[in-house]
């Protein structure tokens, strides 16, 4: 069965270092998103990304994240200068048309 | 703007007691709603979704959820709970495919042997 895959499961990083977070999407989905789930707290929505553009993102999507989808099948997460409030379970879905698809997840520390 | 609310952030039953996890949505068009599950240290897994047909949903596991536009409600129920169920549980609302999934805080489902 297809599905989501996220790398790295687990980064630690050191507050104002760069971060990438890499997620393979299921090849013939058209949307793309990330979440965020901070320890013990809901998953928040942070961007979707559809036609190689976003197409709504969160307020908490700043100008210290960046998405890209450099090669049509990777689709990235850029953290530019990690603050400890950036620790947390970031997950990467897709979708078709219908539900969305999660992947396992990828867990940032930021020490 | 879209959103949900799940009532009780933990709920404990017995194994082989029905479970039922409350869901209430808020929405100005008619919702997409799905609910999630969650095990620990997992991803996300799709139980069942609403998307204007049927008005009750069966879904994986044995779960199912019916919609009730008149109570903005979209409960989860199970007959019989199984130690396996044990989870955290997530409802989430969007307003179309393709938009953003709305989640709500979500509700840790414990089964007492």
């Known amino acids: 069965e297809p599905e989501v895959t996220q790398t790295p499961s687990h980064q630690v990083t050191q507050m104002g270092q760069e971060v990438i977070l890499r997620c393979v999407p299921i090849s013939n989905h058209l949307y793309f998103y990330w979440y965020r789930q901070i320890l013990g707290q809901k998953v928040e929505f942070l961007v979707s990304f559809y036609n190689n553009e976003i197409s709504e993102k969160s307020e908490i999507f700043d100008d210290q994240f960046s998405v890209e989808r450099p090669d049509g099948s990777n689709f990235t997460l850029k953290i530019r200068s990690t603050k400890l409030e950036d620790s947390a379970m970031y997950f990467c879905?897709?979708?078709?048309?219908?539900?969305?698809?999660f992947g396992e997840g990828s867990r940032l520390t930021v020490l | 703007a879209q959103s949900v609310t799940q009532l009780g952030s933990h709920v404990s039953v017995s194994e082989g007691a029905l479970v039922l996890l409350r869901c209430n949505y808020s929405s100005s068009v008619p919702p997409y709603l799905f609910w999630y599950v969650q095990y620990p240290n997992q991803g996300l897994q799709l139980l069942l979704k609403y998307t204007s047909a049927a008005t009750l949903v069966k879904g994986i596991n044995g779960f199912e959820a019916e919609f009730k536009k008149s109570e903005t409600s979209f409960h989860l129920t199970k007959p019989s709970a199984h130690m396996s169920d044990a989870a955290e549980y997530f409802c989430?609302?969007?307003?179309?495919?393709?938009?953003?999934?709305?989640f709500g805080a979500g509700t840790i489902l414990r089964v007492k042997s």
């Open positions: 879905a897709s979708s078709l048309i219908g539900e969305l698809f």
């Open positions: 989430a609302v969007t307003l179309a495919y393709g938009n953003k999934l709305v």
